[in-house]
C-alpha cells in the first residue's frame, strides 16, 4: 500500500449477482460497505478482520432484498450503521413487497429477513457523508424505487479500485480473501495503464479514476434500472438519469449494482436510456468530456 492507505473495492454478490462497494481506509483502521448483498455476512467479517478493519457504515442505495440481503446481519455483528433514504423504509420492513408479496415469499429465496435491533438511519438528498476516510455525497434518484440514492466520491485520484469478477459469496472463504487481498494490493500498487481503460475480464484486477459513482440500479453498463417493480417509476428515472448526466464528469467511473463498471462518458455515448433522458430532459447526449458538477 502507498502512503494513502485508502482503497475501493467492488465485489460480486449472491443468486442476483449485486455487486457490493467496500470503502476501506487502513490508516484508520475503518471500513464502510454499500449494498451488502446475499453472502456478504459470510464473506466480509474475515476479510475486514485480515486487513485489520471495522466495519462502521452499511450504505444502501435502495431496498431491494438483492442489495440490503446482508446489513441487518452486518450491523448486528459490527454495530455499523445502516443508512437508507426514508422513502424506501416500507422495503426494509417488508423486503418482499417489492413483488407484491407476503413476507413468506422471501423464503423461496432462501432469506429469513430479521431486523430485530438495528434501526436505519435516514439519508437525504445531498447530504455529505464521512466515512472510512471517504467525503461521500448522497444524491436522491428516484425511479427504480422511492427512495434510490447514489453515491459520489471526489478526490479519489490516487485511490485505484480493486475489481473481483467472480460471485465471492460462492468460493472458499479463504479463496475469496485471497482473491480481495489481491485486489487490495492491486489498488495499493496502482494499475499500470492508469484510467479507466483497465476495465475488462479477470478475477481480479485495478481500474483508477479521479471520482467514483456507486450507481446502484439507477445506471448499467448499456442500460438502466427497472421500472416494473412496486413503486417503479419509468418517467421518475429517466429524470434522474438525466439529472445525474447533467452533473457528472465524462471520465467518472460507475460501479453499478450489476454488470461491469463502466463510465459516465461510456454511457453518454452509447447508452440509449440516457440518450433519451437527455432529449427528454435537456442537454446534449454527448460531451468533449468537459462537463462538470453542478
Known amino acids: 500500500m502507498g502512503t494513502d492507505e485508502r482503497s475501493i473495492l467492488s465485489l ?13 481506509d487502513r490508516a484508520r483502521a475503518t471500513a464502510a460497505v454499500v449494498d ?42 459490527t454495530d455499523a450503521e445502516v443508512l437508507l433514504h426514508p422513502a424506501d423504509r416500507w422495503l426494509w420492513d417488508a423486503p418482499a413487497a417489492a413483488f407484491g408479496a407476503p413476507p413468506s415469499a422471501l423464503a423461496a429465496y432462501g432469506l429469513h429477513w430479521e431486523t430485530a435491533g438495528v434501526e436505519p438511519k435516514a439519508i437525504d ?3 455529505r457523508l464521512m466515512v472510512a476516510g471517504f467525503d461521500i455525497e448522497t444524491v436522491h434518484t428516484p425511479g427504480h424505487t422511492p427512495g434510490h ?8 485520484a490516487d485511490i485505484p479500485v480493486g475489481v473481483v469478477d467472480v460471485r465471492v459469496d460462492t468460493l472458499p472463504t479463504s479463496t475469496a480473501t485471497m482473491h480481495v487481498l489481491a485486489a487490495v494490493d492491486e489498488a495499493g500498487a496502482g494499475d499500470e495503464d492508469g484510467g479507466a481503460s483497465g476495465i475488462g475480464a479477470g478475477v481480479h ?11 446502484g440500479d439507477l445506471l448499467f453498463a448499456g442500460s438502466i434500472g427497472r421500472t416494473d417493480l412496486a413503486q417503479g417509476s419509468f418517467e421518475d428515472i429517466m429524470e434522474s438519469v438525466a439529472h445525474v448526466m447533467h452533473r457528472c464528469d465524462d471520465a467518472m467511473l460507475v460501479i453499478p449494482g450489476h454488470g461491469p463498471l463502466t463510465t459516465v462518458g461510456n454511457e453518454r455515448r452509447t ?13 446534449p447526449e454527448s460531451t468533449d468530456g468537459q462537463h462538470g458538477r453542478r
Open 149 to 156: 440514492v447514489i453515491y459520489l466520491a471526489s478526490g479519489i
Open 205 to 215: 484486477r485495478s481500474v483508477a479514476s479521479e471520482e467514483l459513482m456507486v450507481s
Open 271 to 283: 447508452n440509449p436510456y440516457v440518450a433519451q433522458a437527455l432529449r427528454q430532459h435537456g442537454g
Open 12 to 24: 460480486c454478490f449472491g443468486q442476483w449477482e449485486a455487486n457490493a462497494v467496500v470503502l476501506i
Open 36 to 77: 451488502p448483498g446475499q453472502g456478504a455476512d459470510d464473506v466480509l467479517p474475515p476479510l475486514l478482520a485480515a486487513l485489520g478493519v471495522e466495519l462502521e457504515a452499511v450504505l444502501l442505495t435502495h431496498g431491494h432484498l438483492d442489495h440490503l440481503w446482508a446489513a441487518p446481519a452486518l450491523a448486528r455483528m
Open 125 to 127: 438528498h445531498r447530504q
